[in-house]
């Protein structure tokens, strides 16, 4: 247990510790601090008092940096030490900052006194596609039953080049694109706001350690030494931007209009306790995609969605992290086995994670089977897509004995496309 006294229901407790970057109106220095209760620790402030190995030549540089990068590249030894060294300075046991008054003020902020940031410099992203259930249900509905997967579908990990540039922390507003869409075949093209704005219930592995060099894969046995930690995101799609433009080559506009990612980086350390039998694959992917321990996580997800001038969000779907088909040691050991160099900061996406009931869908093309079956909302509201105001919130955790490892909310209102 901790000092700081944390609620059963909170999402931070000592077993957690997840990584983020903040800044306060007394101090507008984006900074790495971590979260535990209500409150973030200020790496910054106790920086001095790391004394391991790796930590005591970096903390003071990594630890007031804008970004997570640079202790992200320090690699998983730095990441274990920096983890003991914080749960002993937390624990209720520990009097260095408990007793010190001083230090204890200027070291603890309050969450709501805090402004987030993106907690890391994304250099790449890539999104993935590794959710059986939700690639039956899209296949299902634009091809047929006997014909939902492609056939290269349970062979590789399927996934698509994002945009970097475009992914935004939690709290950022998103506007609805312009774009191209063909809604009559037999008609030309139309120019215009997306009519079929929608969300995706996804998470993205944080990259981190010493990029491999361009040409060197990283075999799937040292994959596991490159993920520092998992982030909610919420991968916004134009729907019908989508169907018209991604035949042949997959998305472009209607992925790069914004990419929101939670404000908390979880440790995979920290989700060590919430590992799960892995997906049973048939057929058995090629030797370079093959392990046998799990690395797949019990991880509660939701989605709610509260309509402008709404006071109560109204819950949509509830799934699973355990869902996933492809585990992220596979998706890195695939995304690199060409030899693409992977740098510390980088996102892999799972793609959208569906469960096998309606309620666990997790996207509204889904939720509404490509506009056939309303989603109810609150005060007898109902959507097919999004509408303009609506603001959508992803939120997660791991069930721990009488504590939840969870990574907060990952939020963003949708606004009006430019008139243009």
């Not at 260095?96 to 008054?101: G, H, P, Y």
């Not at 590794?130 to 299902?140: D, F, K, L, M, P």
């Not at 922390?169 to 030309?188: E, K, L």
């Not at 995304?335 to 510390?344: A, D, E, L, Q």
Request: proline share 6%; glycine share 8%; charged share 20%.
């Amino acid at each position: 247990m901790s000092f700081i006294e944390v609620s059963a229901d909170n999402h931070f407790p000592i077993q957690n510790l997840p990584f983020g970057i903040f800044s306060t109106k007394t101090n507008t220095n984006s900074r790495p601090g971590v979260a535990i209760g209500d409150y973030i620790l200020d790496l910054s402030e106790v920086s001095h008092l790391f004394d391991g190995p790796i930590m005591k030549n970096n903390s003071k540089r990594v630890f007031n940096s804008n970004y997570l990068n640079d202790f992200l590249e320090l690699g998983r030894q730095a990441w274990s030490e920096t983890r003991a060294k914080l749960k002993h300075l937390l624990d209720k046991d520990t009097d260095i900052l408990r007793d010190n008054q001083d230090l204890r003020q200027r070291a603890l902020v309050k969450q709501s006194d805090a402004q987030m940031h993106l907690p890391v410099q994304v250099g790449d992203y890539t999104d993935f596609y590794s959710s059986i259930e939700h690639a039956t249900n899209v296949g299902v509905m634009f091809r047929s039953k006997e014909n939902a997967l492609m056939p290269n579908w349970k062979h590789l990990p399927v996934a698509y080049h994002g945009r970097a540039s475009s992914v935004v922390v939690s709290g950022t507003a998103i506007r609805r694109p312009n774009g191209q869409t063909r809604p009559d075949d037999t008609q030309p093209p139309k120019f215009g706001p997306s009519k079929a704005m929608d969300f995706e219930l996804e998470m993205a592995f944080v990259m981190g350690g010493t990029a491999n060099q361009l040409g060197e894969p990283i075999p799937i046995d040292k994959t596991e030494d490159r993920i520092f930690g998992m982030v909610l995101m919420n991968d916004w799609s134009a729907r019908d931007i989508q169907k018209w433009e991604y035949i042949p080559l997959g998305p472009f506009l209607a992925k790069n209009l914004g990419t929101t990612i939670g404000q908390w980086i979880v440790t995979m350390e920290a989700l060590e306790s919430f590992k799960v039998a892995n997906t049973k694959q048939d057929p058995q992917p090629l030797p370079y995609l093959r392990h046998s321990d799990p690395y797949n996580f019990n991880i509660n997800l939701s989605v709610s969605i509260r309509p402008d001038g709404q006071q109560e969000a109204t819950q949509v779907s509830h799934s699973n992290y355990c869902h996933m088909y492809w585990t992220a040691k596979q998706q890195l050991a695939h995304h690199t086995i060409t030899g693409c160099n992977i740098k510390s900061g980088d996102l892999l996406g799972t793609g959208t994670i569906s469960g096998p009931l309606p309620q666990n869908f997790g996207s509204m093309l889904e939720l509404s089977w490509n506009r056939t079956k309303p989603i109810p909302l609150k005060d007898g509201l109902t959507r097919m897509y999004l509408e303009d105001g609506d603001e959508v919130t992803i939120s997660g955790y791991c069930q721990g004995s009488t504590y939840k490892v969870g990574f907060g909310n990952c939020s963003g209102q949708l606004l009006p496309a430019f008139n243009l």
